[in-house]
């Protein structure tokens, strides 16, 4: 299919690099800046089209908005009228659908739950794709297009978008700030933080068999007061973490009084 | 060598597991109940003596007490005269290598960095193992001993080692409480949390590569203000996965508004 995309950011240059890889056809880019449109442009090679103004945008059969969340607003607000006849969907885990039903009577969503950083790649075809539409013929479409990318492709409402959102804050970002903050003290203390790789990958590999309830272990699990009250005593001289330690620990102590 | 044990929970099982096949003899079990004692023993196969009575330890050049934290001080209480000549270690990360001076002249510690789940074999050569003792001939022997069965023996002083515990809860134990917390939300919205699994797997990948600083994604990250508040407003029922998401994310922002 032939696809202009708005945005050429982390999700964005992704998306782009994997439908292109699947045989679709990116007509144009547009991006806030003239750099980071064309650093996009040259990156998928065979774009006709980079630009910072959305009326020079390449009329396709699907437009993909993938712009951070707060600029989505604007970018319905100046839709060009010539793109008004296609797909029009946006990436966001948050964002209603509803969000960008000025722009074309057949809009959607393609969700795709992944982490994106620069430069690395990602394999597509193992990131589940969430869909959603306001008409089953669009649904078809995106329901195609998806399943060209990606092997797990399920239908979600913009409302449990919205939960699956929080709950990948939760398994991701936040999973990562942990052990952003296990680095730190062990940096703190010049303890090579390196040495908590095989615990952290131990951690996660379990998670492939066992429910996360089950793999629980550490002091709050055990409810044993006495490591924990000796923990916070060692990050007194550090409100923040202090304060983490000390509410994380006690939502799982209320787990496990409740299930043992 | 010749080692008794003091415990039979998961650590010490998975640990005389590992010292039974790199070479040496485990002699005794001890355990507060005759069945886990027993259970131990059956599973090594050839130990002479299973005990709930510390008296009945068989005495050996090492002896490993590897029981809850809140129990060591117990077991020292009642440590047998004729187990005084051998090295005395424990495996604990919080405790100080002192609490266990009045049981021999040579004392010493052993922490292997690692969650242990029952029945969960893990490869203890790629587990980092923490010694320390009070003297240096112990010291060359736990750095044979913790050798022979781990690729990576680091020594660590006691207050070092408490330092290393606390980021462990954090890179662990809570890392696990974060995807446990995603499950529920995801589970509670009836999707399915499995779903999740290569964002997990992804954000962990990157980590053997990537400091997790560089990794952080996620809205906290961004500082996307709105929608962080659409996530606190959807978890206005749940008042303790409010204040967690909330103060979590207040700790990203605060570290990506110091360095950016």
Redesign the interface.
């Given at each position: 299919m032939n696809i202009s995309f708005i945005g050429a950011g982390?999700l964005a240059t992704h998306l782009a690099t994997a439908l292109m890889n699947a045989g679709h056809s990116i007509v144009s880019v547009y991006s806030r800046t003239m750099k980071s449109a064309s650093e996009l442009a040259r990156k998928l090679g065979n774009v006709n089209v980079a630009t910072d103004n959305l009326e020079c945008l390449v009329p396709a059969e699907i437009y993909i908005i993938s712009v951070?969340?707060?600029a989505v607003e604007t970018i319905v607000e100046r839709w060009p009228s010539k793109c008004r006849n296609g797909i029009v969907v946006h990436t966001a885990?948050?964002l209603p659908m509803t969000l960008i039903a000025t722009t074309s009577e057949q809009i959607g969503v393609l969700y795709p739950?992944?982490?994106?950083?620069k430069n690395?790649p990602?394999c597509f075809k193992?990131?589940?794709c969430f869909i959603e539409s306001n008409n089953e013929a669009t649904l078809k479409v995106l329901q195609a297009l998806a399943s060209s990318i990606s092997q797990?492709v399920?239908e979600?409402s913009s409302e449990?978008r919205?939960?699956?959102?929080?709950?990948?804050?939760?398994?991701?970002?936040?999973?990562?700030?942990?052990?952003?903050?296990?680095?730190e003290?062990?940096e703190?203390?010049?303890?090579?933080?390196s040495?908590?790789?095989?615990?952290?990958?131990?951690?996660?590999t379990?998670?492939?068999t066992?429910?996360?309830?089950?793999?629980?272990?550490?002091?709050?699990?055990?409810g044993?007061k006495?490591?924990i009250d000796?923990?916070l005593e060692?990050?007194k001289g550090d409100e923040?973490l202090r304060?983490?330690?000390e509410?994380?620990s006690?939502?799982?102590i209320?787990?496990f009084q409740q299930t043992t």
């Open positions: 982390n951070k969340d707060d885990g948050t739950l992944q982490t994106f950083s690395k990602v193992e990131i589940p797990m399920i979600l449990e919205k939960h699956l959102h929080v709950a990948a804050v939760f398994a991701c970002n936040f999973v990562n700030h942990m052990v952003a903050l296990g680095y003290l062990m703190r203390h010049g303890i090579p933080p040495t908590l790789l095989p615990l952290i990958d131990e951690t996660v379990k998670l492939s066992m429910h996360p309830h089950d793999c629980q272990t550490g002091p709050a699990r055990r044993d006495q490591v000796a923990h060692e990050l923040e304060i983490l330690y509410e994380i006690k939502s799982i209320r787990r």
